[in-house]
C-alpha cells in the first residue's frame, strides 16, 4: 500500500517535470478582426496532443517507479 502511494506522488511529479522540459505546447489561437482592423473576439483552443503525451509520460513514470521498489523490496528479502 505503502508502496503504491509512494510510487503515485514520486511518479506524478517526476513526470509533470519531464513533461515539462521536454514538451511544447502548440495551442492555437484564433481572433476575428473588424473592418477597422480591431479584435472582436478572441478563442483560445488547448493542445490535447501535449495533454495526452504528458498523460502517458506521467503513467510510465509510475509504473517505473513501482517496478524499480518492487525489485528493490525483492532484492532486499533474499
Not at 12 to 31: A, H, R, V
Not at 68 to 73: A, M, R
Amino acid at each position: 500500500m505503502k508502496k503504491g502511494w509512494v510510487s503515485l506522488i514520486s511518479g506524478l511529479i517526476l513526470g509533470l517535470i519531464i513533461s515539462f522540459f521536454t514538451l511544447d505546447y502548440n495551442g492555437w489561437k484564433m481572433q476575428r478582426i473588424g473592418e477597422n482592423g480591431e479584435v472582436i473576439n478572441t478563442i483560445n483552443e488547448l493542445d490535447f496532443d501535449l495533454i495526452t503525451n504528458c498523460f502517458l509520460i506521467v503513467l510510465i513514470s509510475i509504473l517505473v517507479i513501482y517496478i524499480l521498489l518492487t525489485v528493490l523490496e525483492k532484492i532486499r528479502k533474499t
